[in-house]
């Protein structure tokens, strides 16, 4: 939780006090804070330690040492795992003023989850900050997106360094797939994952006229129900052509239309295939299976 020093400046103690008393954090001066951050970039990359640099500079008051240390930590955690360097939207301190703070640049991934009520207003001050330039991933998870917010997301220069999207459990209307996948400005992305987030058919044909994911490898459509109408919309999606790994669970597919896939995937780079056992009966899982191999492809349920 967050303490106050004499100056009534906020502080994030709680991953910082195995190191200094709160004593010592609450009178901290630059020198103490630069102190602190080399005692953390010392030790080997890990959560932990993410999570005490972040208490640190959310901590630590603006000043001209404080933007030379995040720049210099920036170079640092280059060497990290990117899904290391996270933030949670609900956290006050990533924002200000309507938009991203000065910690957002050491941030790599950004979690919007479970919120209902903000998660459109802090989606569009991501997609609005010239700090989220960096940024490789974005999660959205069980909240409500505005679909002014997604487009401004979808559209934003300032988002297009994105290589991971994972949507999950939250609607997206036919119109928000349509910007998607025909005005994106997300051309780097690797892997897009759209879980449960209610995509229908009629959805899915807007993503067979256009390819605008060149680098797209991991795809995840599971759980949107859509059926093999929803699927035949995707089977000659341009985008689908350079995906290796594709998930498809608990959309209703049926064998003849698992076995059109496979086929109309010959040729093409997919390695992967995971689309569930339910409804599917033993004898013709095992012809897929057969069917699978021939293509040199892992069918998994």
């Given at each position: 939780?967050?303490?106050?020093?004499?100056?009534?400046?906020?502080?994030?103690?709680?991953?910082?006090?195995?190191?200094?008393?709160?004593?010592?954090?609450?009178?901290?001066?630059?020198?103490?804070?630069?102190?602190?951050?080399?005692?953390?970039?010392?030790?080997?990359?890990?959560?932990?330690?993410?999570?005490?640099?972040?208490?640190?500079?959310?901590?630590?008051?603006?000043?001209?040492?404080?933007?030379?240390?995040?720049?210099?930590?920036?170079?640092?955690?280059?060497?990290?795992?990117?899904?290391?360097?996270?933030?949670?939207?609900?956290?006050?301190?990533?924002?200000?003023?309507?938009?991203?703070?000065?910690?957002?640049?050491?941030?790599?991934?950004?979690?919007?989850?479970?919120?209902?009520?903000?998660?459109?207003?802090?989606l569009e001050a991501v997609a609005r900050?010239?700090?989220?330039?960096?940024?490789?991933?974005?999660?959205?998870?069980a909240s409500e997106i505005h679909s002014?917010?997604w487009r401004q997301a979808v559209t934003?220069?300032?988002?297009?360094?994105?290589?991971?999207?994972?949507?999950?459990?939250?609607?997206?209307?036919?119109?928000?797939?349509?910007?998607?996948?025909?005005?994106?400005?997300?051309?780097?992305?690797?892997?897009?994952?759209?879980?449960?987030?209610?995509?229908?058919?009629?959805?899915?044909?807007?993503?067979?006229?256009?390819?605008?994911?060149?680098?797209?490898?991991?795809?995840?459509?599971?759980?949107?129900?859509?059926?093999?109408?929803?699927?035949?919309?995707?089977?000659?999606?341009?985008?689908?052509?350079?995906?290796?790994?594709?998930?498809?669970?608990?959309?209703?597919?049926?064998?003849?239309?698992?076995?059109?896939?496979?086929?109309?995937?010959?040729?093409?780079?997919?390695?992967?295939?995971?689309?569930?056992?339910?409804?599917?009966?033993?004898?013709?899982?095992?012809?897929?299976?057969?069917?699978?191999?021939?293509?040199?492809?892992?069918?998994?349920?």
């Open positions: 939780m967050g303490k106050s020093d004499t100056a009534g400046r906020p502080l994030r103690v709680g991953p910082l006090l195995g190191l200094r008393s709160l004593a010592e954090l609450q009178n901290m001066d630059d020198s103490g804070w630069e102190r602190l951050l080399g005692e953390l970039l010392a030790r080997p990359a890990s959560a932990s330690v993410w999570e005490a640099v972040y208490a640190l500079f959310a901590s630590w008051p603006e000043g001209s040492r404080k933007s030379a240390a995040v720049a210099r930590t920036e170079l640092h955690l280059e060497a990290w795992d990117e899904a290391l360097r996270s933030a949670s939207a609900g956290d006050v301190d990533l924002f200000e003023a309507g938009s991203l703070s000065s910690l957002a640049t050491l941030v790599r991934r950004i979690e919007i989850h479970r919120r209902v009520t903000q998660g459109s207003n802090e900050s010239p700090r989220a330039e960096r940024l490789t991933q974005l999660d959205i998870g002014f917010s934003s220069e300032f988002l297009a360094g994105l290589t991971s999207v994972s949507v999950r459990g939250t609607v997206l209307t036919t119109d928000d797939l349509n910007c998607l996948f025909n005005e994106s400005s997300w051309s780097k992305l690797v892997t897009l994952r759209l879980i449960n987030v209610c995509a229908r058919p009629r959805a899915l044909e807007y993503t067979s006229a256009v390819s605008p994911f060149p680098q797209l490898r991991t795809v995840d459509l599971s759980r949107n129900h859509f059926g093999n109408e929803g699927g035949r919309a995707l089977l000659h999606a341009p985008w689908l052509a350079s995906v290796e790994s594709l998930v498809l669970r608990d959309n209703g597919l049926s064998a003849k239309f698992l076995t059109e896939l496979l086929d109309a995937k010959l040729g093409a780079p997919l390695k992967v295939l995971e689309v569930g056992q339910k409804g599917i009966s033993a004898a013709a899982w095992e012809q897929l299976q057969r069917l699978a191999q021939t293509h040199a492809v892992v069918l998994g349920s």
